[in-house]
C-alpha cells in the first residue's frame, strides 16, 4: 500500500479571489488557465492534476498510490492575505472536506490555517478535526518569522489533539537567488532547514515535545548538516554559548519526520541512514517535481521490506490513528 503524504490540491475559489490583486500574490488566467504569481519568478498553474479530481485519480492510478494526502497547493498560506487569512483558511478546508467526503476511500485531508487571530485559528483547528475529520495541517517555513504569539499558542494546540504538520517551504524573505529554477531547487529546502532550526532554538520542543513536525523534501538540507549541529551546538573554544534546551538539537532533528520527495539516491540514503525508517513517511509533491521518481528510489533503497512498508504507509498510519480510529474507518 502507497500513502502519499505530500499532493496538492487548488481551491479554485482561493485563486479567483487573487485576480486583480495589485500586490502578491496574484493571479491571472492565460488561455483558459489560471495562474498565481507567488512572486520572485515563481508562477503557479492550476493544472487538471491540481484541480479536477478525477485528473488527480488517474494520475495516481498510474504511480499506484492507494491514498493521498491533500494539502493546499501553492507555495503560501491564506495568512498572505491579513485580516482575510482565517475567513479564507475556513473556505478552503471547506473546499477540501468536500473532496474527501466525497472520495473517503482515496484522500485525507491536512488543513490551512490562517495564523491571523490566534482563537479563530485555534477553534479552526478544531473544526478541522473534530468536524471536518481531518488529519493535520500543512503549515509553512516562515512560522519562525512570525508573531509567536499568535504561532506558539496554535502549535501547542495542535500538538495536545496530536495530529502533525506537514512543514511546507515558502518563499524565503531573503532567497539570495533568482528565478524559480534556484528557488525551487535550493532556497525552497535551504528555507525549511534553516526555520526548522529556527523554531527547535526558539525552545518550541520544549513546550510542545510532542509535535509530529514532518520536514518537507527530505528534510531539506538537515539529514546531510545534523552530524555538524551535533558538534557545534556543544559547549567548545568556538561555541560558548550554553544551551537552554532540555534536549540537545541532534536530539530534536532526529525526533522529526520527514517525507520522502527527493530525486537523488544518494540523498535519500543520507536520510535513511540519519533519520531511520521510522521518521520518513512516502511523499511525491504531485503534481509538481517527478512524482514517478520517488517510488523507484524508495524500491531501489537497500532496507529491509519492513522498513519499506513503513516508509510507505505504516509511519503515516500511526500518527494518524487516533484521528481516524475516531472519525472514520483507518487508512490502511
Not at 164 to 178: D, I, R, S, W
Not at 244 to 253: P, Q
Amino acid at each position: 500500500m502507497r500513502i502519499d503524504v505530500h499532493s496538492h490540491f487548488q481551491s479554485v475559489e482561493f485563486v479567483r479571489h487573487l485576480v486583480g490583486r495589485t500586490g502578491l500574490p496574484r493571479a491571472i488566467q492565460e488561455g483558459g488557465t489560471y495562474i498565481v504569481d507567488c512572486g520572485a519568478g515563481l508562477r503557479v498553474p492550476s493544472v487538471p492534476e491540481i484541480i479536477d479530481v478525477e485528473a488527480k485519480l488517474d494520475a495516481m492510478d498510474r504511480l499506484r498510490v492507494d491514498v493521498s494526502v491533500l494539502s493546499h497547493g501553492l507555495p503560501l498560506g491564506p495568512d498572505v492575505l491579513g485580516a482575510e487569512a482565517d475567513e479564507w483558511a475556513m473556505r478552503i478546508n471547506d473546499d477540501l472536506a468536500q473532496i474527501v467526503r466525497a472520495y473517503s476511500d482515496k484522500f485525507v485531508g491536512f488543513g490551512s490555517l490562517g495564523l491571523a487571530d490566534p482563537e479563530r485559528t485555534i477553534a479552526e483547528v478544531d473544526r478541522c478535526i473534530t468536524e471536518l475529520g481531518f488529519s493535520g495541517f500543512q503549515l509553512f517555513s516562515n512560522l519562525a518569522d512570525l508573531d509567536p504569539g499568535r504561532v506558539r499558542p496554535v502549535l501547542n494546540h495542535i500538538a495536545r489533539a496530536r495530529v502533525p504538520v506537514h512543514l511546507h517551504p515558502t518563499l524565503p524573505l531573503h532567497p539570495g537567488v533568482t528565478g524559480p529554477n534556484l528557488m525551487l531547487g535550493f532556497a525552497f529546502p535551504v528555507e525549511s532547514g534553516l526555520n526548522v532550526i529556527r523554531l527547535i532554538d526558539s525552545g518550541l520542543f520544549d513546550e510542545a515535545p510532542d509535535l509530529a513536525l514532518i520536514v518537507s523534501h527530505a528534510g531539506g538540507v538537515l539529514p546531510y548538516l545534523v552530524g555538524r549541529l551535533d558538534v557545534y551546538t556543544e559547549a567548545s573554544h568556538l561555541t560558548t554559548r550554553p544551551t537552554t534546551l532540555s534536549r540537545s538539537f541532534g536530539e530534536c532533528l532526529r525526533g522529526l519526520y520527514v517525507d520522502t520527495v527527493c530525486y537523488h539516491k544518494a540523498a535519500l540514503e543520507c536520510c535513511y541512514a540519519t533519520m531511520g525508517a521510522s521518521r520518513m513517511l512516502y511523499g511525491t509533491d504531485h503534481p509538481f517535481g517527478r512524482p514517478g521518481q520517488v517510488a523507484e528510489l524508495i524500491d531501489d533503497l537497500d532496507c529491509s521490506p519492513e522498513d519499506r512498508e513503513l516508509i510507505y504507509h505504516g509511519n503515516l498510519e500511526s500518527l494518524t490513528k487516533g484521528v481516524h480510529s475516531a472519525r472514520k474507518p483507518p487508512l490502511a
